[in-house]
């Protein structure tokens, strides 16, 4: 289902589950050292870097296992990187984080923001700021704009500059893939030179300094690697090669630095580092032996030789837990997770359930404010009206009916549209069900329940779960 342009999926802005930021206002960042200017010549804009890495961070999630941001981990990834993000010079890129299930100490990042870190970095790490030395480090690749440098002198040693010049708008990513030049999981944009890894590691210490970390946990965790890994190391120093003595090269960066006090290690990430443990991780070559068999799940929009959605183990599981929202409480299957936050719409489904920001399997929850004072029957067609004029291929199956969730009187449809999905080439028949209530004040809390109309009947009855579960506050 298109969603209507009030409602805010983390498909399309990247949003998670969202944790309190009071904790930023600390006193160690107080005191903060300016980022050096990026500089360099680059085809790409700033804002072709955060179309590229929004492009790209989709492919890396349908090829490798990434964890829910409903995850313990990934929540405190999250707050984490929020923490070192709110250090950054502004306005800055949509940094946004992510835990891969996969037993390799690696990360990676991609440009224009997102950044992907292995379960295997944080249980390796020590302490809380070797994590954060690892973030900050992946970040400033972001902001130092390494990998489109990296493309452009490659565009610069294929094409002549005549032809280059062409390629400069909205169409020069599709063109630049055209000379063999993509962002995706292994790239060779993602591999770093030694001159990179200095500027990053400079640069990252700076953010670590400036969020309250001691930079030189940074060199301790990259050394620690090295030590344990052998002449190879892990994946980490094979895509981030060493580029000197990396403790005496923080230690000589941040020398010139104002003293203060940094932070101790905290229980937050002991907790998340203990539950990281109890994740299932696999090897690169699990991940790679599932992305030859089609990858971790269906690809929403794209998903045109992936079949449907119970075809690719995208079902509830059968358990369930509790999401507490400020204006409802609703229980949903626990293999699926919450896009939005207490102030937006939300979206709980499958990670690969949702793509460029339509839904193909799971349920929207948002708001509606009908115009003037209607009844709930008004408000309700109000609502349809809007949903079809975002959606014009939905059709109403059959009336609205009366409906009472736990007291509160409401009012159902049913709808059939097109899916976002495909199969063999042809959009798949999509059902509709929606449920709105309607609040004190007159607005309505509707729910779009979402699935391919084949599986719709085997998905009913975790929806009339969910509904029977709901608590209007």
């Not at 590691?201 to 965790?221: H, R």
């Not at 895509?239 to 010139?256: F, K, M, Y």
């Not at 007159?442 to 009855?461: K, T, W």
Request: glycine content about 10%; overall charge neutral.
């Amino acid at each position: 289902m298109r969603l209507p342009v009030w409602v805010v999926p983390a498909a399309r802005l990247g949003i998670a589950l969202a944790l309190s930021c009071g904790a930023l206002a600390i006193d160690a960042v107080a005191q903060r050292e300016p980022l050096p200017n990026p500089g360099g010549f680059n085809m790409f804009s700033k804002q072709q870097d955060v179309q590229v890495g929004q492009q790209n961070g989709a492919q890396v999630r349908k090829q490798m296992p990434v964890l829910p941001d409903s995850s313990p981990v990934t929540q405190y990834v999250q707050q984490l990187g929020r923490k070192l993000s709110a250090t950054m010079p502004q306005p800055t890129y949509p940094y946004n984080f992510h835990v891969v299930q996969q037993k390799d100490i690696n990360a990676f990042a991609l440009p224009g923001g997102p950044i992907f870190v292995n379960l295997g970095t944080i249980t390796a790490a020590d302490n809380e700021a070797q994590l954060a030395g690892v973030m900050a480090h992946e970040m400033s690749h972001v902001y130092m704009r390494h990998s489109t440098k990296m493309a452009t002198r490659q565009a610069l040693a294929q094409a002549p500059l005549s032809l280059l010049g062409g390629m400069v708008g909205n169409g020069m990513i599709g063109q630049l893939a055209q000379l063999g030049i993509s962002f995706g999981v292994n790239s060779y944009f993602l591999k770093y030179s030694r001159g990179d890894e200095s500027q990053a590691d400079a640069t990252g210490a700076e953010i670590m300094y400036n969020a309250g970390y001691n930079p030189i946990a940074m060199a301790d965790f990259f050394r620690k690697l090295e030590q344990g890994g052998g002449a190879r190391g892990p994946q980490f120093l094979s895509d981030h090669p060493n580029p000197g003595n990396r403790v005496q090269a923080v230690s000589h960066e941040i020398a010139s630095f104002p003293q203060k006090q940094f932070q101790q290690d905290s229980a937050q990430f002991q907790r998340a580092k203990q539950e990281a443990v109890g994740v299932k991780a696999y090897t690169a070559q699990e991940i790679q032996q599932r992305a030859k068999q089609g990858g971790f799940g269906y690809s929403g929009a794209n998903a045109s030789t992936r079949g449907t959605a119970a075809e690719n183990s995208v079902l509830p599981n059968g358990n369930f837990q509790t999401f507490n929202h400020q204006e409802f409480q609703i229980r949903h299957p626990a293999n699926w997770q919450v896009f939005g936050d207490q102030s937006s719409n939300l979206t709980i489904a499958p990670r690969s359930g949702v793509s460029r920001g339509s839904v193909a399997l799971g349920v929207i929850i948002s708001g509606y404010q009908p115009e003037g004072s209607a009844s709930l029957d008004d408000a309700t067609h109000q609502l349809m009206s809007s949903l079809r004029q975002s959606n014009p291929d939905l059709r109403v199956i059959g009336h609205d009916e009366d409906i009472r969730v736990n007291g509160v009187a409401g009012k159902s449809v049913d709808f059939i549209g097109t899916s976002p999905l495909q199969q063999g080439g042809r959009g798949v028949r999509e059902r509709d069900w929606l449920v709105s209530l309607q609040r004190q004040d007159g607005s309505l809390l509707y729910l779009v329940f979402i699935s391919p109309d084949a599986e719709f009947g085997q998905l009913r009855p975790t929806f009339e779960e969910m509904l029977r579960s709901l608590q209007v506050r």
